[in-house]
């Protein structure tokens, strides 16, 4: 068969194929499908022994260090800033919205090696950081690098940030500063330092070489890990470990919890974004639910809007679902509750009570109500809750 005689069939073949491919891009792709994730089985990363650090740690900083630290501690709020760098790095490579991720563990291998770089790319645009002349970043006029590793004490040094006659042309211009990162979403840690890179401070290896010489640790990039013994070369900002990664809601949920939002459906329907998230406020009250929650649970576009809707929905079961428009901020400070800021929400369960009763509580149109206790739980039906004015502001009381 010669090349135009069998042209239609690899037409046909081509069409064909182009067609399956459009099917498994639109199956896979829908924003209306939903798919559950396994409880990760392993942990996000290590903490070795000999990198284990304390929190509120006293430090000297070194003078050649002093420079990069007294740049960061300048910086407004620069700690809030830098731990939600860390945070949104993570939630971008997970993206709850398009595939219903809530765990580093079920990122793809090469998402996991890009981690380090969305943590860098997010840290720059965050501080607005100049480029370097020969390394990534330019901190109080001299060059610096951002490393970040998932195992604590784990970061790789290239040869182009230290000074070593065997490295030749490959060698540094100079023995160069790091800030070295490291978070894990599984316990809400993470740690940030600066550490001048020498030769001697990154890892050898036990053994000695034929000619009765040291060899350095290089792994197949030709990158070297600091040793154990310069961890207290590092100056750890902010005091040492940090406990407060913003949290992963749906990470540190009760997992029947998670399986009941998760798995959340109108009869006749595999999956439903709405009672997903119906479902999310009312297992999770009285405590602060963030837009990435809200998307990754709703896996829609809409899902913001769908949060909105959950008001309606809920509202016959006592439950209100607060934003941070209108009346809500001044209904969460009356009843004791954080307060939402823009992309985030926070559900209670309400109950009447009379003036005089001692719990946090609003009036609205002449009735009082608090957050519900258990014992008022368990009558026949649940109280409705009212429904909240957009702009008048309610009259919160006190005890």
Wanted: charged share 30%.
């Amino acid at each position: 068969m010669t090349i135009q005689e069998g042209l239609p069939f690899f037409q046909d073949a081509a069409q064909a194929g182009m067609q399956e491919s459009r099917a498994l891009a639109a199956k896979y792709s829908r924003r209306d499908s939903f798919r559950i994730w396994d409880p990760p089985r392993e942990a996000m990363g290590r903490v070795p022994r000999e990198w284990r650090i304390p929190s509120g740690l006293t430090q000297h900083v070194p003078d050649d260090l002093a420079p990069f630290v007294k740049w960061f501690h300048s910086q407004s709020e620069a700690r809030e800033r830098f731990r939600w760098a860390l945070r949104d790095s993570l939630d971008e490579l997970l993206d709850g919205q398009r595939t219903g991720r809530w765990a580093y563990q079920h990122l793809t291998k090469t998402e996991k090696t890009y981690l380090g770089t969305a943590v860098e790319v997010n840290l720059t645009k965050e501080f607005a950081i100049n480029n370097g002349a020969d390394l990534d970043w330019s901190i109080a006029g001299l060059d610096i690098d951002c490393k970040f590793s998932k195992d604590l004490g784990g970061w790789e040094i290239p040869m182009e940030m230290y000074l070593c006659a065997d490295h030749g042309e490959r060698s540094g211009r100079a023995d160069h500063a790091a800030v070295v990162t490291w978070m894990n979403d599984d316990t809400s840690q993470w740690a940030a330092g600066v550490v001048r890179i020498t030769d001697e401070r990154l890892r050898w290896k036990k053994e000695l070489g034929a000619d009765g010489a040291r060899v350095r640790a290089y792994n197949r990039d030709n990158k070297r890990k600091l040793s154990d013994g310069a961890k207290t070369e590092v100056y750890w900002l902010w005091g040492g470990l940090q406990t407060d990664l913003p949290t992963n809601l749906l990470l540190n949920l009760n997992p029947e919890a998670r399986k009941r939002i998760l798995t959340a459906s109108l009869p006749g329907r595999p999956s439903s974004g709405q009672q997903r998230l119906n479902q999310l406020f009312r297992e999770v009250q009285d405590q602060l639910i963030g837009r990435q929650t809200v998307l990754t649970v709703g896996q829609q576009d809409d899902s913001p809007k769908r949060a909105r809707d959950a008001r309606i929905a809920l509202r016959p079961e006592g439950i209100v679902v607060l934003g941070h428009q209108g009346s809500h901020p001044h209904v969460a400070r009356a009843l004791g509750l954080p307060v939402p800021i823009k992309g985030e929400w926070i559900s209670t369960r309400l109950f009447p009570v009379s003036s005089d009763d001692a719990r946090p509580k609003f009036s609205l149109d002449g009735q009082f109500w608090a957050r519900a206790r258990e014992k008022e739980l368990s009558g026949p039906e649940p109280v409705p809750a009212p429904d909240l004015p957009d702009k008048r502001e309610i009259d919160g009381q006190t005890p």
